[in-house]
């Protein structure tokens, strides 16, 4: 069975400064995992993805994420925040089994940038 | 191309009416979802569709039916609604990708109330 914790409920960081949003995941096979964003009153929108090729996987927006599998850990980073970032993330790992493709969600991370 | 959309936006509901929210895609994508996203719990799958005709059982799915008479539609039915009912809604697609889970494209949200 597949889960996803995210570590942080709740992060805020100055303008400016780097983002770092934490997730471990749990599957029983090769994983797929996932990064998507959500702004205020708006659907989901993928970040970045990893799907067993490059464990740095670079994103939209400056974000990147490490897929390390020996810490069963795919954080997401960005170098630099900027305010347009404030949004929602979600971690998400998918183990695939044709015909039954269903992501589980983490709780979410809401990121709060500071002026 | 519009991608996912869903009808209504919002929608409130008094107990034990029912009401259909539509979701269509023009992405021509075989899988089809339908999630409910509540605080600190992130989005969890109701059922979701692998092809025109099917429909499957997601974590959530008592108190929804869906239908997926034609590919691009997937139909989201409440019979009798309970104010635990209250949520956000979202659809999403996919493709259907060998041995690889792909990104899914999600709809902006349905905002329903049931009092």
């Known amino acids: 069975a597949q889960s996803v914790t995210q570590l942080d409920s709740h992060v805020s960081v100055s303008e400016g400064t780097p983002v770092l949003l934490r997730c471990n995941y749990s599957?029983?096979?090769?994983?797929?995992l996932f990064w998507y964003v959500q702004h205020p009153n708006k659907g989901l929108q993928l970040l970045l993805k990893?799907?067993?090729?490059?464990?740095l996987v670079k994103g939209i927006n400056g974000f990147e994420a490490e897929f390390k599998k020996s810490e069963t850990s795919f954080h997401l980073t960005k170098p630099s925040a900027h305010m347009s970032d404030a949004a929602e993330y979600f971690c998400v790992v998918s183990d695939f089994n044709f015909g039954n493709e269903k992501l589980t969600f983490g709780t979410g991370t809401r990121l709060t940038i500071i002026p | 191309n519009a991608g996912v959309t869903q009808t209504p936006k919002f929608r409130v509901l008094k107990t034990g009416q029912s009401m259909t929210l539509l979701c269509a895609q023009d992405m021509n994508h075989e899988y089809m979802y339908w999630y409910r996203q509540d605080p600190g719990m992130g989005l969890r799958l109701i059922h979701y569709?692998?092809?025109?005709?099917?429909?499957a059982k997601g974590e959530v799915p008592d108190g929804y039916n869906v239908s997926r008479l034609k590919k691009q539609n997937f139909l989201l039915g409440l019979e009798s609604a309970a104010p635990s009912q209250t949520s956000v809604y979202f659809c999403a697609s996919s493709y259907s990708i060998l041995e690889q889970v792909d990104e899914q494209f999600f709809g902006p949200g349905t905002r329903l109330t049931v009092l």
């Open positions: 599957s029983s096979y090769s994983p797929s």
């Open positions: 990893y799907t067993s090729a490059a464990t």
């Open positions: 569709s692998v092809g025109e005709g099917t429909t």
